[in-house]
């Protein structure tokens, strides 16, 4: 079967930097994109990786090893309004997303 | 301004009740999906469709109906044959899979409730 593994809950502090780990078993692989969903919102798309390796925008990098199943969202100068769920999911070789459950993170002052 | 628009934004029905959600999108997009999302769940597909007058059931069609007659609009029907309808749908449209720039984007989701 097909399988997307990620945290259920983390805290952090703000102004901190949070690691949220993914990893995962799907039938193929064309990518792995991660999302935001505020609570009562539609997912907002973040970042996407297809190649090993970091990628960088602003606050926020993604970093995928394809051989590992394995990626990871690093957010960075924790802001109260990071306080989200975090989607992983990847693009099956059907071009199917397969979607984890989420990451709830729970920013502190 | 572009993207994808759902209405309505909350909606209730009573059980027997057939309910069809609106999903309008002018991203200029051919493949549009329709999710149901779950607490504690991840997002689950109940249809999609890569070009107008085609469309293929995903993980969880039973008790759903869509049509995609115009490239801007993919209706879902949620009908009485659903045993648990209560969730937030969320529409979702992107480039065709496969060719590149296959980000899909969603609109803000209808919630559903089923008294």
């Known amino acids: 079967g097909q399988n997307i593994d990620q945290p259920t809950e983390m805290t952090a502090t703000e102004g901190a930097i949070v690691q949220i780990n993914c990893t995962y078993q799907t039938s193929g692989f064309n990518g792995l994109f991660w999302y935001q969903q505020h609570a009562g919102e539609a997912p907002t798309f973040l970042s996407y990786?297809?190649l090993d390796g970091l990628e960088e925008k602003g606050r926020f990098s993604s970093f995928l090893s394809r051989s590992k199943g394995y990626s990871y969202l690093l957010l960075k100068e924790l802001q109260m309004k990071d306080s989200a769920s975090y989607l992983c999911?990847?693009?099956?070789?059907?071009?199917?997303?397969?979607w984890g459950a989420g990451t709830k993170l729970i920013i502190k002052p | 301004d572009g993207g994808i628009t759902q209405s309505p934004k909350y909606l209730f029905r009573k059980e027997g009740q057939n309910v069809t959600l609106s999903c309008e999108q002018n991203l200029n997009h051919d493949a549009m999906y329709w999710y149901r999302q779950d607490p504690g769940q991840g997002l689950r597909l109940i249809y999609y469709?890569?070009?107008?007058?085609?469309?293929q059931k995903g993980d969880i069609a039973e008790g759903y109906s869509v049509s995609r007659e115009k490239k801007e609009s993919f209706p879902l029907t949620v009908t009485s044959a659903q045993k648990n309808p209560t969730a937030f749908y969320l529409c979702?449209?992107?480039?065709?899979?496969?060719?590149?720039?296959?980000?899909?984007?969603f609109g803000p989701g209808t919630r559903l409730t089923v008294l």
């Open positions: 469709s890569q070009i107008v007058n085609d469309f």
């Open positions: 979702a449209s992107s480039s065709p899979p496969g060719q590149g720039t296959d980000t899909q984007y």
């Open positions: 999911a990847v693009m099956d070789s059907n071009y199917q997303l397969i």
């Open positions: 990786n297809v």
